[in-house]
Nanobody
Framework: QVQVVESGGGLVQPGGSLRLSCAAS????????MGWYRQAPGKQRELVAT???????NYADSVKGRFTISRDDAKHTVYLQMNSLKPEDTGVYYC?????????????WGQGTQVTVSS
């Protein structure tokens, strides 16, 4: 099993910044990918930013240039630095750990952390 714990959400004014952290533990394995998704009220969960198993990054178009994903492999931790936040960034942010064993992918999710951008 893999445990995933997020932290760092909160309330911020438009134009502000927040940094989210996600720590994974357990049977992560050597082939995995970590990243961030979010879900706004009444909407489906969407990709925000992720690392692939090969180490490259993917960003949603809506956050490019404002958000930066980074990681500390030794700590199995991934971060999301969010700058120039907008009200439409509001939602529950979830950390995802995808573990690969051969062709089998298993996804693990954190409990989510609320981000609210409002004046």
């Amino acid at each position: 099993q893999v445990q995933v714990v997020e932290s760092g959400g909160g309330l911020v004014q438009p134009g502000g910044s927040l940094r989210l952290s996600c720590a994974a533990s357990g049977s992560i394995g050597s082939s995995n990918a970590m990243g961030w998704y979010r879900q706004a009220p009444g909407k489906q969960r969407e990709l925000v930013a992720t690392f692939t198993s090969g180490g490259s990054t993917n960003y949603a178009d809506s956050v490019k240039g404002r958000f930066t994903i980074s990681r500390d492999d030794a700590k199995h931790t991934v971060y999301l630095q969010m700058n120039s936040l907008k009200p439409e960034d509001t939602g529950v942010y979830y950390c995802n750990v995808a573990r690969f064993r051969g062709s089998v992918r298993t996804d693990y999710w954190g409990q989510g952390t609320q981000v609210t951008v409002s004046s």
